[in-house]
């Protein structure tokens, strides 16, 4: 078991190194195709620890790290740039892609099966033997700098099938699949991140896995360590574990009623027995 982060905690929270734990051969498994410069596939479900943890390679290797969330409406203008107006005259802005194609940096597209299928096309050339991004609108062909390295993220189990990852995608990439971590792992992840004690950490764990527990049949999305970790800093702050988990999860998760009825007995259930 590898842990990244712990050990290097800071004053300054902005440049602390994010606390990631490995489970299997992952942080080994980036670290060689970082060396090569290969691009890397995260598949998990939300909130699992895909940012979490190329956050804390990003900070391992010393590169910048450049993120950039999937969604419906983003273009592969959006990522290589485009020409602006600024003060009366016309400019070209680098877009993200093509910032970290230029510095070297790490570029993380979360959630890549959101954006558009032209999104697809200008990675390619970038994930593969040939490391470039083509400018069309330049008329440029830019070779990546050193260190630059691509990776992307998805949700196998969230995606449609009308929005999944083609093959002659998913074949350039190393494939990383990382899931909810351990209890006790998760624990020491929430128990540091938040600030809190272990036992708050273990009964956030508990309820976060009684709820994962439920499935999809009632909800889209089941309580991530991420929201364990936001409930948790609610903890911190002073509110009560049933008032942070009402807020911080249970109301967060849905709208409905009945679910939000459902989910509160089973919290209260949770606690009691913590």
């Not at 699992?48 to 190329?54: L, N, P, Q, S, Y």
């Not at 804390?56 to 419906?72: D, K, S, Y």
């Amino acid at each position: 078991m590898t842990t990244v982060g712990v050990g290097k905690e800071l004053a300054d929270s902005a440049t602390r190194a994010p606390f990631y734990r490995g489970l299997g051969d992952e942080i080994d498994v980036f670290r060689a195709a970082a060396r090569r410069g290969l691009p890397v596939l995260l598949k998990g479900p939300t909130g699992c620890g895909k940012t979490r943890f190329v956050e804390a390679m990003a900070h391992e290797l010393g590169r910048e790290l450049i993120t950039v969330a999937g969604h419906e409406d983003l273009t592969s203008a959006d990522l290589v740039g485009r020409f602006l107006l600024k003060g009366g005259e016309t400019v070209w802005v680098d877009g993200p892609l093509t910032r970290a194609v230029r510095e070297g940096a790490i570029c993380y597209l979360d959630e890549v099966v959101e954006a558009r299928q032209d999104t697809t096309v200008v990675i390619h050339p970038l994930a593969d033997h040939r490391r470039e991004l083509p400018v069309d609108r330049l008329g440029v062909i830019l070779k990546a700098a050193p260190g630059f390295q691509l990776v992307i993220s998805y949700n196998p189990g969230y995606q449609s099938v009308l929005k999944s990852i083609k093959e002659s995608t998913r074949q350039r990439f190393v494939a990383i699949e990382l899931d909810f971590q351990p209890p006790d792992i998760e624990t020491d992840v929430v128990a540091f991140e938040a600030g809190i004690d272990l036992k708050t950490a273990q009964a956030l764990v508990k309820i976060g896995g009684a709820i994962r527990k439920l499935g999809g049949a009632q909800l889209r999305e089941v309580a991530s360590t991420r929201m364990l970790i936001l409930t948790g800093g609610l903890v911190a702050e002073g509110l009560s574990l049933r008032s942070a988990v009402r807020v911080g999860i249970v109301q967060a998760l849905s709208d409905d009623p009945d679910v939000v009825a459902a989910l509160g007995e089973l919290v209260d259930g949770v606690i009691a027995r913590s």
